[in-house]
């Protein structure tokens, strides 16, 4: 199994940037799929979900509006647009699959995860 998020980088606020995730060795099309993210010195935490469909989405707060998170299950892809990055966006990025009947918001429902991807917004 493997899941490797790309397309982070430094940008500056007010930027947008797409992070994708690209992932082999499981059936993705059977896995609800998540974003978390992780700050220096902070716990990493939820950022967005999508179901296996494609149909339902879920956000933090903070990025609703936001940040978009959509997948193409022909590719085994999924990403995450972000759009008007604001400094305390900055983080690694994370991608993660989560198997039915878990929990959506904390890391503890996610089977498979990805190294990261490190976003840096500057003010």
């Known amino acids: 199994v493997q899941l490797q998020a790309s397309g982070g980088g430094l940008v500056q606020a007010g930027d947008s940037l797409r992070l994708s995730c690209a992932t082999s060795?499981?059936?993705?099309?059977?896995?609800?799929m998540g974003w978390f993210r992780q700050a220096p010195g902070e716990e990493r935490e939820f950022v967005g979900h999508i179901t296996r469909s494609g149909y339902s989405t879920y956000y933090k707060d903070s990025v609703k509006g936001r940040f978009t998170v959509s997948r193409d299950n022909a590719k085994n892809m999924m990403y995450l647009q972000m759009n008007s990055l604001k400094p305390e966006d900055t983080a690694v990025y994370y991608c993660?699959?989560?198997?039915?009947?878990?929990?959506?918001?904390?890391?503890?429902?996610?089977?498979?995860w990805g190294q990261g991807t490190k976003v840096t917004v500057s003010s």
């Open positions: 993660a699959a989560r198997p039915a009947g878990r929990t959506i918001f904390s890391l503890e429902g996610y089977t498979y």
């Open positions: 060795g499981f059936t993705f099309s059977g896995y609800d």
